[in-house]
């Protein structure tokens, strides 16, 4: 499987950005797709996931009610919405990947073996 993420940029305080993770090669029905960030000096942190097929989703506490996770069937894409941006959700985001990674586990990065490379965010006060 590869990703390629795209997206990143500046935004002011409140705005909004549509990050896109473009998947290919061996996408299965059981592929879990997730989200995570890491900002400078901390750890990676789980922003959200989403299941191929069933299209179950997840988020983290931080995100939840402010950002979507979404499939786009025709492009091969999973998208992420972001909106109400604050400057606590300046990071690095990565897009992931792993296959029949049970839904408690989603939140993990060692659960994932396939990463895309890291765009950035940054939300300006």
Avoid at 9 to 31: D, W
Avoid at 38 to 58: D, L, N, Y
Avoid at 65 to 87: C, E, H, W, Y
Wanted: charged fraction near 15%; charge should be positive; include cysteine.
């Amino acid at each position: 499987v590869q990703l390629q993420a795209s997206g990143g940029g500046l935004v002011q305080a409140g705005g909004s950005l549509r990050l896109s993770c473009a998947a290919s090669g061996s996408i299965r029905s059981n592929t879990v797709v997730g989200w995570f960030r890491q900002a400078p000096g901390k750890e990676r942190e789980f922003v959200a996931a989403i299941k191929w097929g069933s299209r179950h989703t997840r988020y983290g506490d931080s995100v939840k009610g402010r950002f979507t996770i979404s499939r786009d069937n025709a492009k091969n894409t999973v998208n992420l919405q972001m909106n109400s941006l604050k400057p606590e959700d300046t990071a690095v985001y990565y897009c992931a990947a792993g296959n029949s990674i049970i839904t408690s586990a989603q939140t993990m990065a060692a659960q994932y073996d396939y990463w895309g490379q890291g765009t950035l965010v940054t939300v300006s006060s």
